[in-house]
């Protein structure tokens, strides 16, 4: 196969262009090769990518699991026995201090507290309570940082996903995984900087958009490219069934001899630029299925994120495909599981959310560690927002439904420079923060922190006013890193 | 081995930077490192004063450092708050000016920008250029985007010959001035590619091939451009740019993401281009056509511009927070679509660089806040194709008045367009730009910094802000659009920064051509044809695209325009021109958007499950085969072969797309079944042609590239088909399964393996750069 990768014999002075490469910007500081035109922005952009990363990066990775709809922490990881004690009673006017509501709730004349039906116990070194729908987790507690504490003011999905996802509610920005391959580029040539794998549970589902990982007004090579475990993982990637490898490959060198005598002609260093480009196709057509073939892994391996990884496009499969796409250098892998929003029947649905993600999640982290992978990458687990203490709907005995709360919730981090335990401390009736807030600004500006990025300096400037990740908040949480 | 390629690669880009560098380090139009004579405010000056000062010392009150504004001349020169006897500016000396002491110290406690500021510190030629400022005296001037344009005579220049009309002149001046010097003609073949892709979006036939190349009359090419501008498809063409400008899309977005029906609006846009509508009626029938004393349904229609913005369906929202947003995104796409200004920055505070406080902000939102739009109609379960206020039009509307749409329903329609209310709801501004922090009470209003709103004239409503928008004295709103057209003429406008005209948006590079165009497209009517053909007929326009190293080395960018542009095709008529190059293009036009070929569970994947358009539906037949501007867009996910082409999503007003060049757009050409289907279709009748082999090749050259190959060309083209032949005669490849794409009826009595060479070789010519370049 090797044999064939031969890129085309082009006119090109390779030397001439060789020899202005030592003429300055060390090569390492180029970011993505994937990107042709990475200094496009000009002079500006020029200048703040020459000082990347920014300090030492405690992660090189990152694989950012993100539930969906909001999982509820109340029943997963946010342990409040009050709660069960008022079972029925009315929220206290002095806890819900007139928060605004979303419309679901907000014309109800009570706020029954429904305290959660799944046993809790604390597991580990750090003593975390966890609930009994998730006993994989369990046995990892001890690489995790449980964050009590994340709060955000969006009290719908889609401004909240798309905040946590962009760093505004509203307006086109780049996402996350975006900002990232701006900032550091790819480690595999061959390979997105970012990339997106989509999964759905049985629960009441939110869907997801591509706006979410667009690339905003960066260039359109830092927008996800978004992979699937079937036959075909990325777009438009597969040859038709009838043309053999070696077919391409002939193909691909008239197109590059005719191009190569067009750029004779007209000297536009675009028509240069894509002669590589189709190299660069051919190459990932190859490499891409070898990487997204996870049919080899061992049965031990497998055996970590359960039966359910080899079933294509199920959260269990996202997180292994996640897992050899990190470990072949792309700097941001984004997953989706959908089916979190538990408005009514929320211990009913939570039980098959939370047995999609279990195992797999801990599975990953387990598989990371166990590769000496896990020092270097940053896990992320969590919602766009959390679910009220209140019973949304009608609360029985075994059943209730939450609404969208957006004042605390939890959400985890493991591996990647993160100190393990739990940081930030929610009231006893699990609605205020008591102790150690954390934004969703300050959790950007904490994760490119851990990349090595100083949130306030990785900037573009668009229409006139330099953008970042963070907008103009944000605060490294030093609590968070080890 | 592939390292190497990188090597290559990333060293290309280096040089290519290393070249850009050298030309781009400051932001006004490119010059060379001499200090000129007179230093200028607008084009020296405030580009520098704008980017590192007044983020703390510029027009937002509430971020000004030390009491200091530098954007006014009062308050520079006047002596500093803080510092007894020192003066920011002293004009004549800059000795004695605080700016130069602070901008060249490097004492991390006193200089200026501040190191946190993280802006950088000044270049060595921006601190002279400074220090000679204010030794001339450190005159101010007005920005001179918000100076009304006048038009200057075209300058002389010494190659009399070159210029074909007012533009060449002051091309030409500027190109003398910076040693330059105009290429030649583009050859006939190119030059009637370029304008008809230009002019119509679509590549010319082989019938307007051999026509225009055996038309040697002194105006060929004039009647061509002539008889362009009469397409239908001349409507299309132009419509598509101000789509993106209006975020025209087929759903309502948000998370469940319904389906909406605003195509009749888009269908209108098209109409309107081609009857010529003059731009400043355009422009006002799309802010107020239903306040108009003599509306009819048409100009009602017109004002669904303001409506194409996203609406939210998801249950649970608080109806003001999204009506507020709706009338944010409107300020905005105003703001940026019609002005070119950033006004959005000012919702939340005073403008940082621009002279738009919050109050002017709100004072312009205003105008939108009095429509009986509301903020929220329910969820997805209660989903209608448009939202109050909204425009019925039954079949008669179609049959009579509103003749141009497309009129194959009989169904009454239902679009989502402006209507005031009979009382005036209160506009209050918005403390950190919160929907529920009302604070003072502000009147409608539009940019007092940009032109006075003088209420004898114009009614304080959306009626008056119209006309205060088209009036001969708004210094921007025909600038803006001249310069738009520019730019998707020539791939770069005389403004770079098309969105952004304010104090921190590039210079103009030819600012009195701008001035010029703008002032001689208003004296004109706003005649919109008339400024097309203008610039078509140009020398400048015609030059051949060929870069030589010594121009791509003075001017990696063609600022100055000594060659013809060379830009790769906007996403959609990348489409057009593989279906119309194989015959099979349908061109009707307008009418609801279609769904053509797509990977398959893309919408599936990503869908809450609700709403209609939770799957994938692909139409077929014609449907398979209309425009690219007619593919639906799903906000949530748009088409992907698009959007990797650098097609806007949607989400936002854009009046400039990326143009980037990936691998990604390779695999697209490579295996997307519209470019392989249409190669077999266009394989499949070439075969049934009783003609020599070459003869075939050089007809699907022409058609996709649209010139004859050159004789090397041919030569490779025929060794692949030959090859290919022999593959699929010999059994090695398998021509049934190759030719078997596309729903497209199969032609019958075909050779098979004559037609799966030729399609094999059509699929190279798909993917060769020039095809998809306007070049």
Redesign the interface.
Known sequence: M?KQ???HA?S?N?RK??S??S???G?VA?GS??I????KG??DE??IMAGLPHFAPRAKRIIYLFQNGAPSQLDLFDYKPLLQKMQGEDLPASVRMGQ?L?????DQTKFPLAGTVFQFNQYGQSRAWLSELLPHTAKVVDDICFIKTLYTEA????PALTFFQTGAQ???RPSMGSWLSYGLGSEN??LPAFCVL?S?GKGN???????LW?NGFL???H?G??F?SGE?P???????????RD??R??LD??A???D??YK?????????????????Y???TIVPEITDTSKEPEDTLKLYGPECLVPGTFAANCLLARKLSESGVRFVQLYH?GWDGHNNLPGEIKGQARDVDQASAGLITDLKQRGLLDETLIIWGGEFGRTNYCQGRLTKDSYGR??HPRCFTVWMAGGGVRPGVYGETDDFGYNIAKDPVHVHDFHATVLYLMGLDH??L?F?H???RYRLTDVAGKVVNGLIA | ??????????????????V??CF??DKSAPHSDALPDVVSYNFDIRPILSDKCYKCHGPDASHREAGLRLDIADSAYAPLKHLKGAYAIVPGKPGQSELIKRVTSTDITYMMPPPDA?L?MLTDREKKLFEKWIEQGAKYERHWAFTPPVATPAPEVSDKTWPTNEIDRFVLHRMESEGLTPNEPADKERLLKRVCLDLTGLPPSLDMMDRYMADNSANAYEKMVDSLLNTDQYGEKMAMHWLDVARYADSYG????NIRTQWPWRDWVIHAFNKNMPYDQFVSWQIAGDMLPNATKETILATGFFRNHKY?E??????EEYRV?YL?DKTKTYG?GMLGV?IE?AQCHDH???PFSQKDYYSLLAFFNNTKEVG?EGDVSVSKPAKMPKLFLDSNDRKNLLSFMYNKDTGTLSVSVMGERDTVRKTYLLKRGRY?MPGDEVQPNALPAVMPFDTVQYPRNRLGLAKWTVSRNNPLTARVFVNQLWQELFGRGIVK?S??F????ELPTHPQLLDWLAVDFMDHGWNVKRLVKQIVLSSTYRQS?????EK?SKDPDNAFLSRGP?N?LPAEFIRDLVLSSSGLLVRTIGGPSVKPYQ?E??WE?????RGVLATYIQDHHDSLYRRGMYTFIK????P??M??F?AS?R??CEVKR?K?????????M???PTV?EAARVLAERLSLQRTAPNEKITEAFRRIVCRKP?E??LK??TD?YN?QLE?FTSGK??AG??L??GEYPHEKNVDVNSAAALM?LI??IY????SI?K?
């Open positions: 090797e990768i031969i890129e082009l090109i390779r262009f060789l202005r490469l003429l300055g910007i090569s180029l090769l994937l042709p035109d990475l200094f000009g002079v020029e200048a605004r979303t419309g679901m709730t907000a009290i719908n999905h889609d509203q307006g086109n040539k061959n989509l759905k589902g939110q869907g997801v958009y591509s706006k667009s260039d359109s090579i927008q490219v978004q699937s075909n990325v777009l438009y990637l597969s040859d038709p069934a009838s043309m053999p077919d391409r002939k193909m008239k197109i001899e005719l191009n005598q067009s002609e007209f000297g536009d260093p675009e028509i240069a630029t894509k002669i590589q480009q189709y190299e660069m196709a190459r990932m057509q959908q609404d969208h306030e300096k900037t400037k229409q006139g006013r | 081995m592939s390292f190497r390629i990188l090597t290559i690669l990333a060293a290309l880009v280096i040089s290519l930077c290393l850009a560098s781009h380090h993280h950088g948000y998370q469940d993401d939210t998801e249950g649970g929202v608080v109806p947003e944010v940026k950033t920055c940082k660089y621009d929220y529920d920064t969105g952004d304010g104090m921190q948006g695209a060929k870069a030589t190293p791509l060379r790769r990977p569970g893309l994947g990503a869908t809450s499950g906000l949530t996910v748009p992907p072969s959007i990797m650098d999503n989400d936002q990326l980037t060049n990936t691998p990604l757009q390779a695999l697209i490579l295996n997307d392989l050159a090397q060309e490779t083209l692949y090859q593959q490849l398998d399964k190759t078997a794409e094999k699929t190279v993917n060769l750069e020039e370049t070049t």
